[in-house]
């Protein structure tokens, strides 16, 4: 197959990537500097251009001639703004969006778009109303192009080697002798990075899952807290959580939006918080993978640290 993979040079995107090598298809990489997707250039199938994806004629061009687009884009965080801020609407609404005109544009036979578990146009945080958004924003565009497979993934929190979620506890733990940690209460249901990848490479072709909407969460739920105090017990680093109420807890998001880069943690990841990051139904069989437990991966290369 000729698959466009937008946002690959990513976490998830890469192990997408690797597993679509193996199978031979070719594979196109659009980002904006080359530096960000240079350990994709060792597969030979794969190839790297560079480019703006939010620009619709670039777009436009790198959609054509594949059977096949694979939208990846996500941000954790954004300038304020209702019902959503600019950057959520940025890479959340609008891109989806333009990539789903692209694809009926250009013929493309399936579209995969890469969403969350938890997106609501009436959660309580800017980033699940954007995700809810855009999902809106794809049903709308393909409507009525039956010729165009289109297929939605709501993944909870992904884990795995180089991830930004047990590795950041993981990091925390090695200086602070406590965690102090607004939501510890909220429930998740993590799943690993390679079975998010297999669900997509599964999806490929198959009939079955067009016009489909899947959540994709591990075997078992876990609070906040204890996946921080797993996170710091499995690095070497055992540390107690404390919980914070939430409105210490903005407090501390505000102090950290404060500082240059991307917060730790932000006041619409704390909104996010106010409600479980939980499915309430088991991984569809038409995507044929078992979710594998956190026990199983997360020790070895959290022990790595």
């Keep these: 197959?000729?698959?466009?993979?937008i946002g690959g040079?990513?976490?998830?995107g890469q192990q997408i990537i690797a597993k679509l090598a193996i199978r031979g298809d070719k594979i196109t990489v659009p980002t904006r500097r080359l530096l960000n997707a240079r350990e994709l250039l060792v597969f030979p199938t794969v190839t790297v251009q560079t480019g703006d994806i939010h620009d619709d004629h670039k777009l436009n061009n790198w959609v054509r001639d594949h059977d096949v687009v694979i939208n990846l884009v996500g941000v954790l965080h954004s300038r304020p703004g209702q019902p959503y801020g600019p950057d959520f609407e940025r890479a959340h609404v609008t891109l989806?969006?333009?990539?789903a005109k692209a694809c009926v544009e250009q013929g493309v036979k399936q579209f995969i778009?890469?969403?969350a578990l938890g997106a609501d146009a009436n959660g309580p945080s800017g980033y699940q109303r954007s995700k809810a958004a855009g999902e809106a924003a794809i049903l709308a565009t393909c409507k009525g192009h039956d010729a165009l497979c289109v297929t939605i993934f709501r993944p909870s929190v992904v884990f795995g080697p180089g991830d930004k979620f047990m590795n950041m506890f993981a990091q925390l733990a090695k200086f602070f002798p406590?965690?102090?940690?607004?939501?510890?209460?909220t429930r998740m249901q993590p799943i690993y990075v390679g079975d998010v990848a297999q669900a997509v490479i599964n999806a490929l072709g198959n009939d079955h899952v067009c016009?489909?909407?899947f959540d994709l969460?591990?075997?078992h739920i876990y609070t906040l807290g204890e996946l921080v105090s797993l996170a710091s017990k499995w690095s070497?680093?055992?540390r107690s959580v404390i919980d914070l109420p939430l409105s210490i807890g903005r407090l501390q998001a505000s102090f950290f939006e404060m500082l240059p880069g991307d917060p730790l943690m932000s006041r619409d990841n704390l909104d996010s918080l106010k409600v479980d990051n939980v499915s309430d139904q088991p991984i569809s069989p038409l995507l044929g993978i078992m979710p594998t437990a956190l026990e199983a991966i997360a020790p070895m290369y959290l022990r790595k640290r």
């Design 1 to 5: 197959m000729r698959i466009l993979v």
């Design 9 to 12: 040079s990513g976490f998830l």
């Design 96 to 99: 989806p969006a333009s990539v």
């Design 113 to 115: 778009h890469i969403s």
């Design 178 to 185: 406590v965690l102090p940690m607004a939501g510890s209460k």
């Design 211 to 213: 016009g489909q909407t």
């Design 217 to 219: 969460a591990g075997p």
């Design 236 to 238: 070497g680093h055992e």
